[in-house]
């Protein structure tokens, strides 16, 4: 699977998630312990390290702002949600209901 499928699954996830936060401010402390740990592991990594703190600022959003960035159909949104910070937000179970739903409707296509 290619790029193509790799942002639809990402979209979707970022869908999920969005729709979730209301019910689940939790996910925001989550998302900046992720952002922690992916920063203390990729110290040396100057790249990574800015997306890191573009995230941590976008956090800060009001909700209904952080919801329209992390759904945005945009080249914008697709590179914010490839170092998405709200990894172990969904099950694995539902990320993998996903991945095949949208594998299936690709190969359907």
């Not at 922690?36 to 959003?61: F, I, K, Q, S, V």
């Amino acid at each position: 699977m290619g790029h193509e499928y790799q942002d639809r699954v990402s979209l979707e996830i970022a869908r999920r998630v969005a729709a979730g936060l209301p019910d689940h401010p939790e996910w925001i402390e989550l998302a900046r312990t992720n952002l922690d740990n992916w920063t203390a592991r990729n110290h040396d990594a100057p790249r990574l390290l800015r997306n890191y703190e573009e995230w941590r600022h976008l956090l800060e959003l009001p909700l209904a702002e952080l919801c329209e960035v992390l759904t945005a159909a945009t080249d914008e949104g697709q590179r914010l949600r490839q170092s998405s910070p709200f990894a172990g937000v969904l099950s694995a179970q539902e990320v993998w209901d996903i991945k095949r739903r949208i594998r299936d409707e690709s190969s359907a296509a």
